[in-house]
């Protein structure tokens, strides 16, 4: 964890962890990964991160990604974590 908050996806998928906080996958404010001296945004409306989905199985169509869900996750500095649609 990170001097500060971080935000996070978790999810239906594997590759989104199952549902599991600990397989979250780590997202980051729009303007931070451009290298050094790069314009960071003052407050982010915009995070980022990459996953890729495995192609659905059992003769899908060739490419297409099954349905799934996600809920974002707020992991403090403390290590507390607040799930999506909880609390204020």
Same mark, same amino acid.
């Given at each position: 964890?990170?001097? /500060?908050?971080?935000?996070?996806? #978790?999810?239906?998928?594997?590759?989104?962890?199952?549902? $599991?906080?600990?397989?979250?996958?780590?997202?980051?404010?729009?303007?931070?990964? !451009?290298?050094?001296? %790069?314009?960071?945004? +003052?407050?982010?409306?915009?995070?980022?991160?990459?996953? $890729?989905?495995?192609? !659905? +199985?059992?003769? %899908?169509?060739?490419?297409? #990604?099954?349905? =799934?869900?996600?809920? =974002?996750?707020?992991?403090? +500095? /403390?290590?507390?974590?607040?799930? $999506?649609?909880?609390?204020?």
């Amino acid at each position: 964890a990170g001097p /500060g908050p971080e935000l996070l996806v #978790v999810g239906s998928r594997p590759e989104l962890g199952h549902w $599991e906080p600990c397989g979250a996958v780590r997202l980051r404010p729009a303007g931070t990964a !451009a290298g050094p001296g %790069a314009l960071a945004l +003052q407050e982010p409306g915009l995070w980022l991160g990459e996953v $890729e989905l495995e192609a !659905a +199985q059992d003769g %899908a169509e060739p490419g297409r #990604v099954d349905t =799934f869900w996600y809920k =974002f996750l707020k992991r403090e +500095q /403390g290590g507390a974590l607040s799930w $999506e649609g909880t609390g204020r």
